[in-house]
């Protein structure tokens, strides 16, 4: 029921998803009166009423916490009992973050979990690269940092299917001494990293270069390069069809001689087809997509959804970190032994 054209959005890009990968079933929690007028074949598909909703200005601890019989928590719960596998939501984000942690839960081992986003590169090749954490802290510490480049690591191999991703850190300067006292920190944490291809700094102005595959960044420094980089290819594209339109007849001849270009140029920059934002460090899939995503936006999520499924992503991310603790707690009783 969340996102500015729910309940249709939804309803149109989970038909399109159940017709395209016939191994899923869908669980569509929220009004089933609604809903089911928008259905016109229920075929792996099962409606289930939820009572109440979560509204995008709701403060998201007090939803979760209140709204027990809303399709949010109702889902969360289903994918904590083992009743679903993955949680996908275009609503309230901090509702759907706060779900994730307190519901879904932690991977053992990971101390702050982040919000994947992939964006487009700009280069001569297309390509994206994923940017962690884009948004779901405030503030973060260099081992928050380290667990991200793990954790974009993971995803692009599994989901992107890069064998070894470069890892690359936002900061403002290549230099390994530039930024805050946490993002040298976070640098050499990195570097001393063996499982990590860290290929250094990158600074926000070539992050659309394809420079790396995974950047990663403190939540804050995050979301504001996510949003910058949003607003700007909006305003853009404005400002060219206003350009045009203004320009005389000439100017709309040659736009419509350049058109399939522009085509070109918005299907390449068009963020849908990566998917929704994804919730890392949890013990299953938890997806955002935006509030004002069309049925492709969201066609496009739950195709994401199910290659991590299928990768096993969150398996073998909970197996990382295990065996990590182990050694872990095996090196702390060793030194212990010798004192």
Known sequence: MGGDHAPEAIVAGVAKARDQYPELEFLLYGQTDQISKLLTDQTRIELIQADEVIGMNDEPVRAIRRKKKSSLVMAAQAVKKGEADALFSCGNTGALLTAGLL????????????????????????????LLDSGANAENKPEHLHQYAILGKYYAQKVR?????????????????????????????????????????????????NEADVIVADGFMGNTLLKSIE?????????????????????KVGALLLKPAFKQLKAKMNQAQY???????????????????????VYYTLGQI??????????????????????????????????
């Not at 607003?231 to 404005?238: E, F, K, P, Q, V």
């Not at 934002?277 to 049925?295: F, N, Q, T």
């Open 275 to 297: 998917g929704g934002a994804v919730l890392l460090g949890v013990k299953a899939p938890v997806v955002k997509a935006h509030g004002a995503s069309d049925a492709e936006t």
């Open 161 to 209: 299917g890069i064998a070894n991703p470069r890892i690359g850190l936002l900061n403002n300067g290549t230099e390994p001494h530039k930024g805050s006292k946490m993002t040298q920190e976070t640098y050499q944490l990195l570097q001393a990293d063996p499982a990590i291809n860290f290929i250094g700094n990158i600074e926000a102005n070539t992050v659309l270069q």
């Open 306 to 339: 199910e290659q991590m499924l299928k990768e096993q992503m969150i398996p073998d991310l909970v197996e990382y970190f295990s065996n990590l603790n182990q050694a872990s707690e095996n090196t702390n009783n060793a030194a212990n032994k010798e004192k």
């Open 231 to 251: 607003g700007t290819a909006t305003a853009i594209m404005h400002l060219l069809k206003k350009t045009i339109m203004d320009s005389g007849v000439s100017s």
């Open 103 to 130: 519901i879904v839960g932690r991977i053992k081992g990971i101390v702050r979990p982040g919000l994947l986003s992939t964006l487009p590169v700009i280069g001569e090749q297309s390509g994206a690269f994923n």
